[in-house]
């Protein structure tokens, strides 16, 4: 989904044509013209909308696919301060932390490849979410679950994460925040907006924030420094601008890199403490993100725009790793040994938009249209340095538990290439909305892609090139005003990031993806509910087929799946006091030969967050957040997770109007459990709180 800086013109146009066939006064009639170019950037600001999962202005319970949002006062409510913390909100989604610094999140069963920022944005090919990325800068964080191509032309069965930026509002005044926690846990953070210009047709917002904190692992500490401020405003009576940039450095010691080792020799699964790791004191994994933007918008006419967007990311990280394999005896707690690595890389990305798009009338209706294409370049680089084999990180290890400077840190030699891979998309794309009567429309799009991926792979050549040809087709019926029906469809097409063998990426994979259901509301539209039924067949996935004997490296094989199973989720305001979110998602995956695939993504998942004012004491305001799983399995590893619930709790309390404080609980009944099943497997954070106190301003 999208915000625009620009809303449609014509909405104003016809609030100033109101106004001004009410005026009796000439003078007043001059006046509400003289406003038109005041009214454009400031309503912007004022009623910024969304563009649903098709691109197209819907509202979420006209958009035939399953969308979900997470607000910023949810994320401030729970103290989500990372983005791993937010997305643990949402229905439908997990969060597989298998490292202490790298995560995939996933969706019915699949891993979410498909990132956004306002509606722009790379596929993030891995799903691989690396370092510790803040939140404090979105607005909302929208997930639509299923195949999204429409947006991206690339994607997979399990849905898109856009991240939506705060963006300058009509008013100067801002907030900063202090928080103090469990493991040393120190934050602070600001948030403030101001006006440029007397008239408002400028402004600006910055947001900063600053953590430090130990870990309940052994070893384990971050830090990270952030950075985002944007400027927009009205270049002409029909044009605007914004240009904004964020940057964020992090910086991790002791992280681990792979996880904990649960296997017996004889076969039995083992149990640690939440606290150990395999980690050593000199690992360390630092990152630094810096994601630039430019947007123009001109309003052509009443009914059409054209958009013109520019996005720059650039991401590099050092590293200093270790990493602990084997099969241990059961008697003596030996049996591991290891494995250093240290790397340097850079992802340098660039992406530049141009579309238009706007309203239609025919057969007494009126449509909506978006035609565009799209350019995407990325670099990926990588550097690694070797060490002798003779070096004691690469021996046997002493018995699990070992100490934290168990191992001494190897003599790295100097750095060389390890790999480098170019990556081009481009994309032609349209879609659009047409009315057929007064309770049906229908949404088409097609995309148009030409993917081009080449370098060299720890000296294998690479040399990909594809084409792909992409439709979507979806229906909305309304049954009621209140009622509205859909099903969808949309093909899947994805290139992979896997490597076979031979060490050659894998084939993208493609397939069918369908959705239908009914999106009900409630309560004076305050309450959404929503039921969708889902399938999907995707071909040549990647599934971890070994390690390479020659290079150490994971390899793939591609392997046929089938997914089906459906969602219900319910959010809005119950009362004038009390908003809930709550879903429930339930999954079948199946191979090609009939047998479970994905066993690391839970078949069952619910959620649910509540958020209550007393309405006796109207300055406090109470919550409770959780979600249960069922059972998860690592067959490739032979490592079982039981199913699990945990319990999130919050109290604010406004001491004035412009102060509060607020107090976190985190995983109140102290369950343990591993954080992932999906790659590797660590015991997530025992009980944990946050205190934290804001003043307004």
Same mark, same amino acid.
């Given at each position: 989904?999208? @915000? ?25 009639? #001059?006046?509400?013209?003289?406003? &038109? ?9 004022? =009623? ?36 791993? *913390?937010?997305?643990? @909100? ?22 979410? #490849?498909?990132?956004?920022? =306002?509606?722009?944005? @790379? ?5 691989? &979410? ?8 979105? +607005? ?5 679950? /299923? ?5 991206? /032309? ?75 401020? &944007? ?37 039995? %699964? ?9 980690? %050593? ?41 270790? $990493? ?5 005896? #059961? ?9 250093? /690595? ?32 799209? $350019? ?105 005003? *209140? ?40 309560? =004076? +539209? ?7 039924y889902f399938t999907a067949e995707q071909e040549n996935l990647a599934s971890y087929a070994g390690i390479n004997p020659d290079n150490g490296q994971y390899y793939y094989n591609g392997i046929d799946v089938d997914s089906k199973g459906f969602e219900i989720e319910m959010t809005g305001q119950l009362t004038d006091d009390l908003s809930v979110i709550l879903g429930y998602t339930a999954i079948e995956i199946e191979d090609d030969q009939g047998a479970d695939a994905n066993t690391w993504a839970p078949r069952d998942y619910v959620n649910f967050s509540l958020n209550y004012t007393v309405p006796a004491l109207p300055t406090l305001t109470v919550g409770l957040s959780g979600r249960w799983q069922s059972e998860t399995k690592n067959t490739d590893y032979n490592v079982i997770q039981d199913s699990y619930f945990l319990l999130n709790a919050y109290a604010s309390y406004d001491i004035t109007n412009d102060l509060s404080v607020k107090a976190n609980l985190n995983n109140i009944t102290d369950e343990k459990y591993l954080s992932s099943l999906h790659s590797s497997f660590y015991y997530a954070a025992p009980i944990n709180g946050t205190v934290s106190v804001t003043y307004r301003f």
């Amino acid at each position: 989904m999208k @915000l625009y800086n620009l809303f449609s013109l014509s909405l104003f146009t016809l609030a100033i044509q109101a106004h001004a066939q009410e005026a009796t006064d000439a003078n007043e009639i #001059k006046q509400a013209d003289a406003e &038109v170019e005041h009214l454009l950037i400031s309503g912007v600001r004022q =009623d910024r909308i969304s563009e649903g999962a098709t691109g197209l202005t819907m509202e979420i319970s006209e958009t035939p696919q399953s969308i979900s949002v997470i607000t910023s006062d949810l994320m401030n409510n729970f103290a989500a301060f990372s983005i791993n *913390d937010a997305l643990r @909100l949402a229905t439908g989604v997990t969060v597989e932390a298998w490292e202490t610094n790298r995560t995939n999140y996933s969706s019915r069963g699949f891993e979410i #490849k498909n990132t956004q920022i =306002d509606g722009v944005g @790379l596929p993030n090919d891995w799903g691989i &979410v690396t370092g510790a990325i803040d939140a404090y800068g979105y +607005e909302n964080i929208e997930v639509i679950r /299923g195949a999204n191509g429409l947006l991206t /032309g690339v994607g997979n069965a399990s849905g898109t994460i856009n991240y939506v930026r705060k963006r300058p509002t009509n008013e100067t005044g801002g907030e900063v925040s202090v928080i103090a926690g469990s493991y040393d846990f120190k934050r602070i953070q600001a948030d403030y907006n101001t006006l440029l210009t007397d008239d408002g047709r400028w402004a600006a917002r910055f947001v900063v924030a600053g953590e430090d904190t130990n870990s309940h692992l052994d070893g384990l500490s971050d830090d990270l420094g952030y950075f985002y401020g &944007v400027v927009d405003g009205q270049l002409t009576d029909h044009s605007t601008l914004t240009v904004g940039i964020s940057h964020q450095d992090a910086n991790t010691d002791g992280n681990l890199w792979g996880g904990l080792v649960f296997n017996y020799t004889d076969g039995t %699964q083992a149990q640690w403490d939440d606290s150990d790791t395999t980690s %050593q004191d000199w690992a360390m994994w630092d990152t630094q993100n810096t994601n630039a933007f430019v947007e123009f918008t001109h309003q052509i006419n009443d009914s059409w725009r054209l958009d013109v967007n520019y996005h720059k990311r650039y991401f590099e990280e050092q590293d200093k790793l270790f $990493y602990a394999y084997g099969t241990l005896d #059961k008697e003596t707690n030996l049996g591991l040994f290891g494995y250093p /690595g240290r790397y340097d890389s850079d992802i340098d990305s660039d992406l530049l938009e141009v579309k238009t798009s706007g309203f239609f009338s025919a057969f007494g209706f009126e449509h909506e249209a978006t035609f565009g294409i799209s $350019y995407a370049q990325s670099t990926d680089t990588m550097f690694n340095y070797a060490t002798d084999f003779t070096e004691e990180a690469w021996g046997a290890l002493p018995a699990f538990p070992y100490a934290l400077n168990a191992i001494a840190e190897p003599d790295w030699q100097e750095r060389t290439l390890y790999s480098e891979i170019k990556q081009n998309l481009t994309r032609i794309f349209g879609s659009t909305k047409i009315t057929l009567s007064d309770n049906l429309f229908m949404i088409a799009g097609v995309n148009a892609i030409d993917f081009e991926r080449s370098g060299d792979n720890s000296g294998t050549t690479i040399d990909n090139s594809e084409s792909e040809l992409s439709p979507y087709v979806g229906f909305t019926y309304a049954i009621t005003q *209140d009622i509205n029906a859909y099903a969808s469809y949309s093909d899947i097409y994805q290139p992979q990031e896997q490597y076979d063998l031979s060490g050659q990426y894998l084939d993208p994979t493609k397939g069918k993806n369908t959705e239908a259901g009914i999106k009900v509301q409630w309560l =004076d +539209e305050n309450l959404l509910t929503t039921f969708a039924y889902f399938t999907a067949e995707q071909e040549n996935l990647a599934s971890y087929a070994g390690i390479n004997p020659d290079n150490g490296q994971y390899y793939y094989n591609g392997i046929d799946v089938d997914s089906k199973g459906f969602e219900i989720e319910m959010t809005g305001q119950l009362t004038d006091d009390l908003s809930v979110i709550l879903g429930y998602t339930a999954i079948e995956i199946e191979d090609d030969q009939g047998a479970d695939a994905n066993t690391w993504a839970p078949r069952d998942y619910v959620n649910f967050s509540l958020n209550y004012t007393v309405p006796a004491l109207p300055t406090l305001t109470v919550g409770l957040s959780g979600r249960w799983q069922s059972e998860t399995k690592n067959t490739d590893y032979n490592v079982i997770q039981d199913s699990y619930f945990l319990l999130n709790a919050y109290a604010s309390y406004d001491i004035t109007n412009d102060l509060s404080v607020k107090a976190n609980l985190n995983n109140i009944t102290d369950e343990k459990y591993l954080s992932s099943l999906h790659s590797s497997f660590y015991y997530a954070a025992p009980i944990n709180g946050t205190v934290s106190v804001t003043y307004r301003f």
